[in-house]
């Protein structure tokens, strides 16, 4: 049983990547990282950081170098919006959702668990 545990948090431990130091992300402000080949925006609301997937679900836009509004994040291409802290697509035309991964800061680096990410759900379509 602690060999089971112990190999649960050696994965965990893996899955922790640093992305970028805190300070290379100012305060209101996004920077694209990539990491194993996945493109991610971490972005500073206040002091509080969120990672994010970096392409937009509707195009192939990064969202690092979209407008941030509070707490939203618009497609520099098409004008779709997402929420920077959950994930949801909040503005047309995009309605699929990115996933966003929990993350912490340690030793002044912004960590994220990339396999603790929320995926993105399908839209649910009216008929």
């Known amino acids: 049983m602690a ?5 649960g948090r050696a994965r965990a431990a893996a899955a922790l990547a640093p992305l970028c130091a805190v300070d290379e992300v100012p305060a209101g402000t996004a920077r694209r990282v990539t990491i194993g080949g996945r493109a991610l925006a971490v972005f500073n609301l206040d002091g509080a950081f969120h990672v994010i997937d970096d392409t937009c679900s509707h195009g192939f836009a990064s969202l690092a170098e979209g407008f ?12 779709g919006a997402f929420d920077i802290r959950t994930g949801p697509a909040v503005g047309a035309p995009c309605v699929t959702p990115v996933a966003v991964y929990p993350t ?3 030793d002044g680096m912004v960590w994220a668990d990339l396999a603790g990410g929320s995926a993105p759900s399908q839209p649910k379509h009216e008929e």
């Open 104 to 106: 912490g800061l340690r």
């Open 68 to 79: 941030i509004d509070g707490a939203v994040v618009e497609c520099p291409w098409h004008g």
């Open 3 to 7: 060999d089971g545990a112990q190999h």
